[in-house]
């Protein structure tokens, strides 16, 4: 089992260009998330899916748009990328479905962006 | 205030001996907690779990909770040079949402 792959590992877009961060899992997880990690900032939350079908905000959604294409994969838009979106973005998955008690979450490799 | 706090370190410790990393949370519903470990450039790595009040234990890891301090703390014994990392803690407040810390850098010197 692969875990979580992301595309591409790295990016460097500039101001206004549009781009999308794939994610996949082969573990047959209900959920799946989106992260944002910054120096001093942590792990932010930006969308998440409890379920197929199904899409939330998280704490910094603005700027981004997602798609839960299938169980397996969930994505991450960018339609008009700024500088302050430039961060390690991390996909992650978890077995539990909606507000279960135990969310044990696995990361991908995450993708480093950075927009000039 | 912080939902999750850590101090940032670094917690400097000599091989052999017993990190102690610390966590406190503001969120009282806050059910499940997990430490995950994250060395330099790489993605977060869950190492324990937990949910109930006490601790559990995992090889030379220890997870440690104390809701009615709203506290959670992971003891490493035995450190080696190779647990120098940066440990993140996470709490579930049950909306399917894991609220991360800033993590704690670790070091340990050979």
């Known amino acids: 089992n692969a875990g979580v792959t992301q595309t591409p590992k790295f990016q460097v877009l500039k101001t206004g260009q549009s781009m999308t961060l794939q994610c996949a899992q082969d573990m047959n997880h209900n959920s799946m998330y989106w992260y944002r990690q910054d120096p001093g900032m942590g792990l932010r939350l930006i969308y998440y899916?409890?379920?197929?079908?199904?899409?939330d905000k998280g704490e910094v959604p603005n700027g981004y748009n997602v798609s839960r294409l299938n169980k397996r994969e969930f994505s991450l838009r960018l339609e008009s990328a700024a500088p302050s979106q430039t961060s390690v973005y991390f996909c992650?998955?978890?077995?539990?479905?909606?507000?279960?008690?135990?969310?044990?979450?696995?990361f991908g490799p995450g993708t480093r962006l950075t927009v000039l | 205030q912080k939902e999750v706090e850590q101090n940032s370190g670094p917690l400097s410790v000599p091989e052999g001996a017993i990190a102690s990393l610390n966590c406190t949370y503001s969120d009282r519903v806050s059910q499940s907690f997990f430490w995950y470990r994250q060395y330099s450039g790489k993605s977060p790595e869950l190492i324990m779990s937990?949910?109930?009040?006490g601790d559990k234990e995992d090889g030379r890891f220890t997870a440690q909770l104390n809701k009615a301090s709203q506290y959670v703390s992971l003891l490493i014994r035995d450190s080696q040079p190779s647990d120098s990392a940066t440990y993140l803690c996470?709490?579930?407040?049950?909306?399917?949402?894991?609220?991360f810390g800033t993590g704690t850098r670790l070091l340990v010197s050979p």
């Open positions: 996470a709490v579930n407040t049950g909306f399917q949402k894991l609220v």
């Open positions: 937990i949910y109930s009040n």
């Open positions: 992650a998955s978890s077995e539990a479905e909606d507000r279960a008690l135990l969310n044990e979450q696995f």
């Open positions: 899916s409890a379920s197929e079908g199904t899409t």
